[in-house]
């Protein structure tokens, strides 16, 4: 017995010794429990001022996208309508004691825009950029124990207009507080890279910058670990160094044998678990993504990825998540990427600004290849009040954050310096575009960087002429690809922006005998289009400067040397609404509404980018007796498709030449109209869709109904107007109401209509075209969560959800 009891209190002081030898970086999530003040309030940074009045809320936020539609906002219709202005953040904390002797940061992913930033009334800085991430450190501002701290941000987006898209307001990005010893790793202090890849054998390159606050020498013991996708160490390096100065960089070399590769299908992986000891006693812990993979662009053959010839499928995104918002949730932007990938998309490139770094994770996780881009503008300005206003005091420092920050991401191929600068045009384009590249190159040599160029022309190409870029990016002037390896002999290239096709989504007009421009002269105002703000959702119609979705994918798809694309857009977002005015206030590019529901061009890019069978038929079949309408369809494996109506067939169509879908003209008369696809005489799909009738109920469905029960996750309601068949009715616009009662609130709703002035934050939405969609967010408590929809004349429905602690 006494034995037993001796071995119990040895091991609890072996134990306690053990974890007193353990120190490591301690990361707080700093987005709970602030106040709030929108308007200008200049004594709010004052420590002692009385905010008792002000609103509460969590991080990330965004004021705008709570704000009402009009046409008089600063932001004008391009910026989406909403409002800006001036808004004020403060936040009380306390500091444990324990804390005293450790180095403290606040750190900011992202702040729209001149953020100001108080510790107690000590001033900090400020940040300009809306889209860089920053940090400030804190420690001798702080208090302990059980004073209160008192952290104040200033954001200020008055100045308007300073974006040709929706930028939100606020502090839109998640904030942390961390503390470290004085011996730590440095923000964004590794940089880790694969010199040398073969799937039997990788070297990995670990690039460590220590920061060191003692203001003397420190022999230090630099352990770098290499964990796997299951938490198991593999294999790692330890060295002893001296870190003389307040910071030096040290490098060490692992060699991984079979390593797994990320790719986009099992993008799998690593880890790199970076310790510091000092006396065998640790002070620093810090990890880093590891995805092992080498790539390649040639001028004649395009991309590889591991080796293999791949494609890049893919679209620009802006950041705005629709009716959320600026305001960053991860669940939102996953189920994005989650769509795209339904899609077969394999790429993202980032437009036209840094991202959320959560964006970035899932990009690894999920497997894209991701093009980042720092900025819309240089020197020369497209808005009266943009970012080339800060461009002389802050574009280094804003590029290399970037690059730091997002290094490591295996997901990032290419870094973007520039989207249709202005520059291209004059020799300024050389020397900023050489700049630029010099700056990237200091900080990676790993990655090859491009600029979108409008331009196919090398004469007018200044930016091209630099020689800066590694891959030559163009927007659009598809009928040039042909002649990029004779006007740019031994250049690689991309398609960096590609369509600008509009479409709304279940607006379909006919007939449809030729592709539309908007607006035919080239100018904003409208020249052709409808009465009530929408385009019709066959690919016949895009913005005067583009073509459409089925043109510019086979302009790509053609030419080998072209190494992939991006289109424009993956997803309508706020602003920019071409070619409409207000009341028109989000864009009619995207594949995909901002709702989220697919148009019917996604089954183009799934029928051409998946090997999955699709079969896809438009429009609705709800029409005027007797009028002649154009079916289309998108398939693939599958050599022919036949139509029926009602049982009686209309013809087999092929595809022919370049052409990536079939057609038929059909008299309408109401009933089912029904595709089949085969292959070799041998049925692949069938697909119907059939006339409905008076709209008698709503159904239900969403996308996730176990959700996490942590404040944060989020349930996408899908909302149909459907007669009692259940068949959507197709020009259904009820007014849908919504009660949420649990442990869930409604966030968001929205219908994907780009001219809809509903608010976004509220508990109604009308349906368009029969759809419209209700966001729930979870609490921090488990249980049921209970969404119940109502409407004048239709029989009402609800779903339940279900909310579970991790």
Not at 370 to 388: G, P, S
Not at 390 to 419: A, Q, T, Y
Not at 494 to 520: C, H, N, Q, W
Not at 742 to 771: C, H, I, M, W
Request: hydrophobic share 35%; net charge neutral.
């Amino acid at each position: 017995m006494y034995k037993a009891q001796y071995l119990l209190l040895f091991c609890l002081f072996f134990c306690f010794k053990i974890s007193a030898q353990q120190e490591t970086r301690t990361i707080i999530n700093f987005n709970k429990d602030w106040k709030f003040y929108l308007g200008d309030e200049p004594k709010a940074k004052d420590q002692l001022y009385h905010d008792e009045s002000w609103r509460k809320l969590n991080l990330p936020h965004d004021w705008s996208i709570e704000g009402q539609f009009a046409e008089n906002h600063l932001a004008t219709s391009q910026g989406g309508a909403l409002p800006t202005g001036i808004g004020w953040y403060r936040k009380k904390f306390k500091v444990s004691q324990s804390f005293k002797n450790k180095i403290s940061y606040v750190e900011f992913d992202g702040v729209y825009r001149n953020a100001e930033v108080w510790i107690n009334g000590h001033y900090l800085g400020k940040r300009p950029y809306g889209y860089s991430s920053f940090r400030y450190e804190i420690s001798k501002y702080l208090k302990y124990s059980n004073e209160e701290n008192q952290l104040v941000v200033r954001v200020d987006n008055s100045e308007q207009p300073n974006s040709r898209w929706y930028t939100g307001s606020g502090i839109y990005r998640n904030v942390r507080l961390v503390h470290t010893s004085n011996l730590a790793i440095d923000h964004w202090g590794t940089f880790i890279s694969t010199p040398k890849v073969t799937n039997q054998e990788a070297t990995v390159k670990v690039e460590t910058t220590v920061k060191n606050t003692t203001q003397n020498s420190q022999k230090i013991r630099l352990v770098s670990s290499i964990i796997d996708a299951s938490g198991k160490e593999i294999t790692s390096t330890s060295q002893e160094y001296v870190v003389k100065d307040s910071s030096a960089t040290f490098q060490q070399n692992i060699v991984l044998q079979n390593p797994t590769l990320w790719n986009i299908k099992k993008p799998y992986l690593y880890k790199i678990v970076s310790k510091i000891y000092v006396q065998n006693r640790q002070l620093d812990s810090y990890e880093t993504p590891l995805g092992i993979r080498f790539f390649d662009f040639q001028s004649a053959t395009g991309f590889s990825l591991n080796g293999v010839p791949t494609k890049i499928l893919g679209v620009c995104n802006h950041h705005d998540l629709g009716a959320l918002g600026a305001a960053i949730n991860v669940r939102a932007m996953e189920r994005q990427l989650e769509i795209l990938k339904e899609m077969g998309c394999n790429g993202i490139r980032i437009s036209h600004n840094p991202p959320a770094p959560e964006l970035l994770d899932l990009c690894d996780k999920m497997g894209f290849i991701v093009m980042d881009e720092a900025f819309d503008m240089w020197k020369k300005r497209k808005n009266k009040k943009d970012y080339a206003q800060n461009w002389d005091d802050w574009h280094k420092k804003d590029l290399e954050d970037m690059v730091k920050r997002d290094r490591n991401h295996p997901s990032i191929f290419v870094w973007s310096i520039g989207n249709e600068i202005r520059e291209q045009f004059d020799s300024t384009g050389t020397t900023i575009a050489k700049e630029l590249s010099a700056i990237v190159k200091t900080l990676d040599k790993t990655r090859p960087v491009t600029s979108a160029l409008t331009e196919t022309n090398p004469d007018k190409n200044f930016i091209f002429k630099s020689g800066a870029l590694d891959v030559l990016g163009f927007n659009y002037k598809h009928e040039g690809y042909a002649d990029l390896l004779k006007n740019f002999p031994n250049q690689k290239f991309i398609a960096t922006e590609t369509a600008s096709a509009l479409e709304t989504r279940g607006r379909y007009d006919l007939p449809k005998d030729s592709v539309v421009f908007m607006p035919k002269d080239g100018k904003s105002k409208l020249t052709n289009g409808n009465a009530d703000f929408t385009v019709s959702a066959f690919d016949n119609v895009a913005a005067y400067w583009g073509t459409t979705h089925e043109i510019s994918w086979n302009a790509v798809k053609k030419y080998p040397h072209i190494a992939g694309l991006y289109v424009w857009s993956g997803f309508d977002y706020l602003g920019e609404p071409h070619p409409y005015p207000y009341p028109a206030r989000s864009s009619y590019y995207g594949i995909i509404d901002l709702a989220g529901f697919p148009k019917d061009v996604y089954y183009m890019y799934q029928s051409e980018w998946t090997s999955k069978p699709v079969l896809h038929i438009l429009p609705h079949w709800n029409w005027s007796v007797g009028q002649t309408v154009d079916v289309w369809a998108y398939f693939n494996q599958a050599d022919e498709v036949e139509l029926f109506l009602n049982d009686k067939s209309l013809g087999i169509r092929k595809k022919e030449n370049d052409n990536i879908h079939v057609s038929w003209k059909v008299k309408y008369e109401s009933g089912v109209l029904k595709a089949i696809s085969r292959k070799n005489g041998k049925t692949v799909l069938t697909k119907q869709i059939q006339t409905a009738g008076k709209a008698t109920k709503i159904n239900l469905s969403v996308d996730r109904p176990i959700l996490k029960a942590n404040g944060e996750d989020l349930a996408f309601v899908k909302v149909s107007v459907t007669d009692e068949n259940g068949n959507i009715v197709p020009n259904a616009g009820h007014l849908i109401n919504f009660n949420v009662s649990g442990v869930g609130e409604l966030v968001g709703v929205d219908n994907g209509y780009q001219a809809s002035l509903e608010p976004f934050k509220t508990n109604y939405r009308k349906a368009y075209n029969g759809l419209c969609l209700a966001i729930i967010q979870t609490k921090e408590t488990a249980g049921k969560i209970i969404l119940k929809a109502t409407s004048e004349g239709l029989e009402s429905n609800e779903i339940v959800m279900e909310s579970l602690v991790e």
